[in-house]
Each structure stands twice: as structure tokens, then as C-alpha cells.
């Protein structure tokens, strides 16, 4: 404590006395003397910090108010962490977590469709981005992206989804007759391939009341029994289903504008219709159906059919990308005009956009090996061993080049 002033005087002539806290007179004589009293400043405190007013994106591009929302919150996020990001997938919100992002401008594209089960879904290209969005009930929400120079998300790796063709004709219940064309699709967004892996139709398979054709699984019974029989069968994890029939098909390849295929060999159709040459060629709706249903004049018979279904849906895919992904919407909106699939619309959305993205020629076009037999008084494929090597190295959705 620092010493007072009487305290001071009282230590100077030594009189003990007569010093005393409690304010007593005091007997000797009291000198004059002067003290004076520094007071030190305390340091001038540091100017306040001046935070930058928090960055907000506004995209002047024509699209549904909510997407609007969305979008601008996506890009004001990358601009500037401060902001909250809008409804994302946690692992495109990790993927750009460390981006930093200038303000895109007003430059891009933004396109949409309305489903018939109400649900929205649009495409936005911005600054080589593309982010796809879902609108429904809920509100509008981000449920992929291919950012630039980054890995697309577009779910969990790898999707694979059974794709399934019915021998219905027009006026018949294309879900509950025979499967006329069975294959898995695989995509791998990540490594940019998959597979497309043909089941010879008329597979000998366990079903639940006992040995019978892969065919005739789905007739009277639906789409769902071929899911599960395969998922059974394959042990790999499958999304869902896509099923079409006939009409369906053609539709499809109207929506084409036709199919534009480039044949390895010459394809004969074994009854009264034309035979397709080998090499590059347009085929009407009329003649791509055909060519997916044809074996009698195959060598391979049915395992050549399922090969050249392989190849129209490659062909398929070709004619899609060079349409361009800003189309993406209009195909979703034709899909669900013209197949059934329980997939979610945010599923069907991301898988387009994976297979968008995907050159067709990553795509390894496989069926399964088999022997051709008996059961009973039918005609059969019994699936070779092999197969189930298939199944295994599928497991990544990849299928290792064979040495």
C-alpha cells in the first residue's frame, strides 16, 4: 500500500507517538512540505476490430423462387462461411468447407420441370458448377453437385439400380408381366464408370415358389419380387428398379428423336422383320424395339439379346449427353411419363446426373455366362459359376478388366 501523508511526516522527525491511524492531534510541530502525486495512464485500449459487412451472392438467372433461395445461399456460403448454407447433403457441405469462392456473377443457366407427382426438379450450370435440386411439400433443397474441379457428389457410391424391360404390349400391365430384359446398372460417379450386366431371360432361379425362369418372376407379381430375388441372388446392395414396357420403350426413343447405334456385327433377326447391318446407323422406335427383342437369328441367342439391349441403352446414353445436362429435367419429366421406379425423386435426379457424366464407354456391357439346358419340358440358362465372381468383383460398382 503506498505510504500516506501524515505517515510520511511522522517516519521524517521519528515521533512515534504521536502517529496514529485514528486521526489523534498531534503534540510536536508539523513541518510544511509539498508532495506530489503521479497518476499513470493506462494504455489507450486498441481500436475496435471493424468486421466487414457479411458477403451476400444474388444470381440474376430466371428460376423458381424457392430454387432462387437455395442457390443464392449456396454461393453467399462459399463467398463468405458466415452465412448459413441451405438445405445440402452433409457431404457436399464437407467437400466445400475449405472452398473459398468469389462471387460467381450473374453468369449461368438454370433449368426445371414440373414431375407428374408434383415434385420439381432443375439443373443449375454456374461457373462450371452444376448443382441439382429438388423441390416438393417441403420446400426446395440441393441434393447433388458437380462443383469444378471437385469429385461429384451425387449419393452414396456406387448406385446401382435394376433396370427391367416387360413383355407387355399396349393395353397389358407392363409391371405385372414377363421381364423380357433383366440388368443391373452400375455408376460410380468417383471413378467415372460401372457396368451394365444382362441376365439371360431365361435364368433358372429360385423364386419364392421354388425353381422357375427369370422371366416369369414378375409376371402377376410385379417389379418388386425381381428385386428381391436378385438382391438374393447377387448379395450387392440395389437401389430400386426402373420397369417399362413396350410402349414405354418406344416412347422413350421418340422422346430421342430415334436411336443412333453403331453395330460391331451384323444383327439378323431370325423371323419376317429387316436384319440390321454392322456399323453406325438410325433406327426408328419401331426398329430399336426390335432389335432389343430379337435372338432366333443370334448366335448367342439369348445371351446376344441381352447383349444388344447393353448396347441400346449405351447408345441411349450418347444421344442424352450430347443434348446436353441443361436437358436433365425434361428427361427426368420423361422417365417418370413412361416408367415406374420406387425410387425418390431426388434419387432419380442424381443418377441421371451420374450417368450424364459418365461416357458411355465406361460403361463395361457384360451378361452372365451360362449353359443353355432343360427343366422339365422348358428351355433354360443355368447360370454358370462364374457369375458369382461377377457378383463379387461388382461390389464397387466396377468390373475389373478381364487380363
Not at 127 to 134: P, Q, R
Not at 238 to 243: K, Q
Amino acid at each position: 500500500m503506498r505510504p500516506t501523508l501524515t505517515t510520511l511526516i511522522c517516519a521524517l522527525v521519528l515521533a512515534a507517538a504521536a502517529c496514529s491511524s485514528g486521526g489523534a492531534e498531534a503534540t510536536s510541530t508539523t513541518a510544511s512540505s509539498t508532495t506530489t502525486t503521479t497518476t499513470t495512464a493506462a494504455p489507450p485500449a486498441p481500436p475496435a476490430t471493424t468486421q466487414p459487412p457479411v458477403s451476400a451472392v444474388a444470381l440474376d438467372l430466371e428460376m423458381p423462387d424457392g430454387a432462387e433461395i437455395v442457390l443464392n445461399s449456396l454461393y453467399s456460403w462459399l463467398v463468405d462461411k458466415r452465412n448459413d448454407p441451405p438445405p445440402t447433403p452433409d457431404e457436399l457441405l464437407q467437400q466445400l468447407e475449405f472452398t473459398a469462392r468469389t462471387n460467381p456473377g450473374e453468369s449461368g443457366e438454370v433449368t426445371w420441370a414440373q414431375l407428374e407427382n408434383g415434385d420439381q426438379v432443375a439443373v443449375a450450370q454456374v461457373d462450371g458448377d452444376i448443382i441439382l435440386l429438388v423441390g416438393d411439400e417441403s420446400g426446395w433443397r440441393i441434393v447433388g453437385a458437380a462443383m469444378a474441379g471437385k469429385t461429384p457428389v451425387l449419393g452414396p457410391e456406387p448406385r446401382t439400380v435394376l433396370i427391367l424391360g416387360s413383355d407387355a404390349r399396349v393395353g397389358q400391365n407392363q409391371q405385372r408381366f414377363r421381364a423380357d430384359s433383366v440388368h443391373l446398372l452400375t455408376v460410380v460417379p468417383g471413378a467415372g464408370a460401372g457396368a451394365i450386366v444382362g441376365f439371360p431371360r431365361d435364368s433358372w432361379v429360385q423364386g419364392p415358389d421354388g425353381g422357375t425362369k427369370l422371366t416369369n418372376l414378375m409376371a402377376g407379381r410385379g417389379p418388386e419380387i425381381m428385386l428381391e430375388t436378385i438382391t438374393e441372388m447377387t448379395q450387392l446392395e440395389i437401389e430400386g428398379y426402373f420397369v417399362t414396357g413396350f410402349l414405354g420403350f418406344t416412347n422413350l426413343i421418340e422422346e430421342l428423336g430415334g436411336l443412333y447405334i453403331d453395330l460391331p456385327t451384323v444383327m439378323r433377326s431370325g423371323n419376317n422383320w429387316a436384319d440390321y447391318p454392322a456399323g453406325p446407323q438410325e433406327l426408328t422406335a419401331q426398329r430399336a424395339l426390335r432389335l432389343a427383342r430379337i435372338r432366333k437369328g443370334l448366335p448367342g441367342g439369348d445371351f446376344d439379346r441381352s447383349f444388344n439391349q447393353g448396347l441400346i441403352m449405351q447408345a441411349a446414353m450418347d444421344m442424352v449427353q450430347l443434348a446436353g445436362i441443361e436437358l436433365l429435367p425434361q428427361w427426368v419429366r420423361v422417365l417418370s411419363d413412361n416408367t415406374w421406379t420406387d425410387l425418390s425423386t431426388a434419387e432419380v435426379l442424381t443418377l441421371g446426373a451420374a450417368a450424364y457424366l459418365l461416357p458411355s464407354e465406361n460403361l463395361v456391357n457384360i451378361v452372365l455366362p451360362g449353359s443353355v439346358g432343360t427343366a422339365g419340358a422348358a428351355s433354360v440358362v443355368y447360370l454358370s459359376d462364374a457369375a458369382e465372381n461377377i457378383y463379387r468383383d461388382l461390389e464397387d460398382g466396377l468390373l475389373t478388366p478381364e487380363e
